[in-house]
């Protein structure tokens, strides 16, 4: 079978996976397929607790990356990690399956350079991720062959920033981050052309690609408080991420199954370790929160992002629209006071999350829908475990679509020291 007809194929096999008459078996996170896979608009695992809230809030005991002008409000030197794990059903019309997945979330520390006025913070975050396994049998049109697709994508872009916060003037804060983004995501695609006697010998092939990416990003953000009360106030936040063009490289080739992935194999390539870029498009958020100092917290943002912008290495949109993201959350402390309780102390939270996906499968726009539980619990006077659970929804099995019934769970620490900046009494 020629080069060209296994491309052909390849084209057609990949557009009808999602599609009509295909039965397929689905692996974890399905639509993380297109585009550079599923982003992440939560933040870390308080914000993911109060529905992604974390624009125009933040604390004193947890870092605060969503939004870097309120990294002024950590006025303890803070250390932070987490831990996620994410277990999906995902339904066809005709099948389903359960997957599951996790690992390291996200790695974070700030440093109140002058406590409440100047802070610098540094981390290690995930931007997006790709995970997901298909099998997908079909006829082939005009023929008396059938196809067996096999697809399976791992990896994504994950980012090291280094950010500061400082005072501007009284109750408004500003801040930027820099943001180095790297990873690389492979796919790979395995097609069996069969017919009444079995696999056809001529008819198996695999199309591996490399994606790597390595560039930088800038995000800027501004809070302001308004006093309305004397233990009480409303927050206001926007912040703006710039992406643009992603430098990076690409590795592509369709050889016999099993021997794409070797660059001295025999076969096409496609791409060889060639250079080029990706176009990310930009995030915009906003929201405003009101605040009973030390005792509750509600608040409403949103983010955009027009994936309508995007183009692949080669230039192409994947039929991806705008992105939309509203988060409804809270927390509320019993008693922050309380010496004998540590639950009194404890911090409660609760959020709804609604997310148009970028992904449009025809005419078909993939909605995301969760609801959002966690707490923060005293370890010691100062540092806490946190942890943030979320049961959602995504898509539908109507027009041959898949349905994604899922919990994640995710399960850290903050670490607070509020010593290391103090001066000297004592020689």
Do not use: C
């Not at 914000?47 to 969503?66: F, H, K």
């Not at 408080?225 to 936040?237: C, I, Q």
């Amino acid at each position: 079978m020629s080069i060209q007809t296994r491309l052909q194929l390849l084209g057609v096999f990949s557009a009808i996976f999602i599609f009509t008459q295909a039965k397929g078996q689905v692996g974890s996170s399905t639509y993380s397929s297109l585009g550079v896979g599923d982003m992440n608009n939560s933040g870390l695992t308080q914000n993911q607790a109060m529905g992604g809230l974390g624009i125009s809030y933040g604390d004193a005991w947890s870092v605060n990356q969503v939004n870097p002008a309120l990294s002024v409000k950590n006025n303890v030197f803070n250390f932070q990690a987490a831990f996620n794990y994410k277990r999906y059903r995902a339904s066809t019309e005709s099948s389903n399956s359960t997957l599951d997945g996790g690992g390291l979330s996200y790695v974070t520390v700030s440093l109140p350079v002058k406590p409440r006025k100047w802070t610098i913070g540094l981390g290690l975050d995930q931007l997006s991720t790709v995970d997901y396994e298909h099998l997908v049998e079909s006829p082939v049109v005009n023929s008396d062959y059938n196809s067996i697709s096999r697809m399976r994508g791992r990896g994504g872009i994950s980012e090291v920033y280094l950010n500061t916060g400082f005072e501007l003037f009284k109750n408004f804060n500003v801040g930027v981050q820099g943001s180095y983004i790297f990873g690389s995501t492979i796919k790979r695609q395995q097609i069996t052309l069969t017919n009444e006697d079995g696999p056809l010998v001529d008819g198996q092939s695999e199309y591996y690609n490399r994606l790597t990416i390595n560039d930088f990003s800038f995000k800027g953000g501004v809070h302001y408080a308004l006093r309305t009360g004397d233990r009480s106030r409303m927050n206001f936040g926007a912040i703006y991420q710039a992406f643009g063009d992603l430098n990076g490289k690409v590795f592509a080739k369709m050889a016999d199954i099993g021997e794409a992935s070797d660059e001295n194999s025999d076969g096409q390539t496609i791409f060889n370790n060639e250079r080029g870029n990706i176009y990310l498009p930009n995030k915009l958020g906003y929201g405003v929160s009101f605040e009973k100092i030390n005792k509750f917290v509600i608040g409403l943002e949103a983010q955009h992002q027009d994936f309508t912008q995007y183009e692949s290495f080669i230039g192409r949109n994947d039929d991806l629209g705008s992105s939309f993201k509203v988060g409804l959350g809270g927390q509320f402390i019993p008693d922050i006071y309380s010496i004998e309780s540590v639950f009194m102390r404890s911090t409660f939270r609760a959020g709804l999350e609604f997310e148009q996906t970028p992904y449009l499968i025809g005419e078909n726009k993939v909605n995301d829908i969760g609801i959002n539980f966690g707490a923060s619990i005293p370890m010691n006077s100062l540092s806490l475990l946190n942890f943030a659970v979320k049961f959602g929804q995504r898509g539908t099995t109507d027009d041959g679509l898949v349905k994604e019934e899922y919990v994640k769970f995710s399960l850290g620490f903050s670490i607070n020291d509020n010593s290391w900046f103090y001066k000297k009494v004592f020689e």
